[in-house]
């Protein structure tokens, strides 16, 4: 590995990425930028390499596969600036810096009595990724908090402002996860409020919150610092912790399948959950149940495995490769299409192969 800073980035060649993603599985960088300031990226795009060839950019790693090593040149971003832009009292508009970590943005805010995020705090990652999958967490997703993503548009050479509007978002999606190649997010804005009411409507999390001493008669009035302490605790004792078991959180995505499709397999299968999607005409399944019924939960082969406590979450052992577990991601999502006639997409992207 060789490293060099040129201003306000640095060039490493043959970088490890082995501790950059939450499997931990081994890849390597032919050329890792990392990049202190996104005002250079205008001149970065005017390389060749970076202008013509394939870039990953790369945050924390945590909704990624390296199935083998990234093609072409990896990018980080590392500003880790945080503000409040606008402020009227009750709304005020928060601005973050790619680079920051999803969940010290969420106790910032908190900690200014801003409310808007903490449904989705504790998800790891990066400020500049939690749009790209419009990421979502217990009955909210980040969407209704953007106000202003901004971004280095390829296309275009220059840099963009995109409202929630633009981004096209969608469950565990947006334009940016469409067209991967085009955007890197600099930094993103979310109005948040003062007064906002608590989002309980998500099942189990009334009962943390009567669990940690709250009065069921109060709930309805719960600070968001209060539901960011429930969320955290739920997820503790639900999720493993990457740092102990390698993993990228859910691995699939809720197959959403015609309403008509969903209650033929809800009669045969009763204990099937299926929520209404938005339209009415359609249904979103449970991956989870799906996977759990065709008996992954627990299983393990080698070092790749599925969580003991998570049907959806698969787990890195230890020394398991990226290719190996897309394989197992493959023969789960085969087994469930035989057994039940649905198709399961992956929510992390797969790097150095295709799904
Ligand atoms: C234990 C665990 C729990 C999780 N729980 C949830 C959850 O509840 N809800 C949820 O939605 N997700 C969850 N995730 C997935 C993940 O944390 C989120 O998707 C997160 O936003 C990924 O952030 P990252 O910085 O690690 O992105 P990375 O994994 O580094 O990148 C993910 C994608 O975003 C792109 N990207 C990253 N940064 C930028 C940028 N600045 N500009 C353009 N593209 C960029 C990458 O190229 C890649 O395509 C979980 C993951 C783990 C490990």
């Keep these: 590995m060789t490293a060099a800073c040129v201003g306000s980035y640095r060039i490493v060649e043959n970088a490890r990425l082995d501790a950059r993603n939450t499997f931990g599985v081994s890849a390597t960088a032919s050329m890792l930028v990392e990049v202190a300031d996104a005002a250079a990226l205008p001149e970065l795009f005017g390389y060749a390499m970076l202008r013509d060839g ?44 790619a680079g920051v970590e999803w969940h010290a943005l969420v106790l910032w805010t908190l900690g200014r009595g801003l409310g808007g995020l903490e449904n989705l705090a504790l998800i790891p990652g990066t400020v ?21 993503v901004e971004a280095f548009d390829r ?6 402002r995109l409202d929630s509007a633009d981004c096209a978002f969608a469950y565990r999606d947006s334009r940016f996860k469409r067209d991967p190649d085009r955007h ?36 309805d009035g719960a600070r968001p610092s209060q539901v960011a302490e429930a969320v955290c605790r739920i997820r503790r004792r639900k999720l493993p912790d990457p740092a102990v078991l390698g993993n990228a959180g859910s691995f699939f995505k809720n197959p959403v399948v015609p309403a008509s499709q969903a209650e033929g397999l ?16 359609t249904r979103k399944l449970s991956a989870a149940w799906l ?6 939960k627990g299983f393990r082969e080698g070092d790749a495995g599925v969580a003991a406590s998570h049907a959806l979450v698969l787990v890195n052992h230890g020394q398991a490769s990226g290719a190996q577990l897309l394989e197992l991601a493959r023969r789960i999502a085969a087994s469930v299409h035989e057994r039940f006639g649905v198709h399961l997409e992956p929510e992390p992207r797969i790097i150095g192969a295709t799904w």
């Excluded at 296309?155 to 963009?160: D, E, H, N, S, W």
């Excluded at 600099?186 to 608590?198: G, K, S």
């Excluded at 809800?266 to 005409?281: C, E, K, V």
């Excluded at 996977?291 to 992954?296: E, F, P, T, V």
Aim: aromatic share 4%.
């Design 266 to 281: 809800q009669a045969a299968h009763p204990s099937l959950p299926a929520f209404r999607g938005n339209d009415g005409t």
């Design 184 to 219: 890197v997010v600099t930094a993103v804005e979310f109005a948040l409020r003062r007064d906002a009411a608590p989002r309980l409507d998500y099942a189990g999390l009334r009962d943390e919150l009567l669990a940690m001493g709250n009065d069921a008669a109060t709930l």
């Design 291 to 296: 996977i759990d019924a065709c008996g992954w």
């Design 155 to 160: 296309m275009l050479g220059k840099v963009v």
């Design 54 to 97: 394939p870039v990953l950019v790369l945050g924390g790693g945590s909704n990624l596969l390296f199935a083998g090593n990234p093609p072409g040149t990896v990018l980080a971003l590392g500003g880790q600036q945080v503000r409040i832009v606008e402020d009227d009292g009750p709304r005020a508009i928060v601005r973050a810096d």
């Design 128 to 148: 500049g990724a939690a749009p790209i999958q419009n990421i979502g967490a217990y009955g909210v997703e980040v969407r209704e908090s953007i106000h202003v």
